[in-house]
Nanobody, 119 residues
Framework: QVRLVESGGGFAQPGESLRLACVIS????????MAWYRQGPGKERELVAQ???????NYANSVKGRFTFSRDDAKNTVYLQMTSLKSEDTAIYYC?????????????WGQGTQVTVSS
């Protein structure tokens, strides 16, 4: 069982920045994909950024150029740096990982962290 614990959410005004962190209770080397999703009020959950280990990072069009995914393997942590925040970025943000284990792919979600952008 892999546990994901997000932090860094909170309140921001439009144009400000926040950085989300997700601490993962597993070796980063066992993960073949990591991602951030979000679910806004009355909306479906959507992919924000997806990182394929050893590969590239893809971003939703709505956040390209403003959000940046990063990872720190020494800390078993992934981050989402969010800049130039907009009111439409208001959502619960979820960390997600896909783990290769015993020939299977196991998927895990964090509990979510609220981000509210408002003036």
């Amino acid at each position: 069982q892999v546990r994901l614990v997000e932090s860094g959410g909170g309140f921001a005004q439009p144009g400000e920045s926040l950085r989300l962190a997700c601490v993962i209770s597993a070796s980063m080397h066992s993960l073949n994909a990591m991602a951030w999703y979000r679910q806004g009020p009355g909306k479906e959950r959507e992919l924000v950024a997806q990182h394929i280990s050893g590969g590239s990072t893809n971003y939703a069009n709505s956040v390209k150029g403003r959000f940046t995914f990063s990872r720190d393997d020494a800390k078993n942590t992934v981050y989402l740096q969010m800049t130039s925040l907009k009111s439409e970025d208001t959502a619960i943000y979820y960390c997600f990982v896909n783990q290769l284990y015993g020939g299977s792919e196991l998927r895990y979600w964090g509990q979510g962290t609220q981000v509210t952008v408002s003036s």
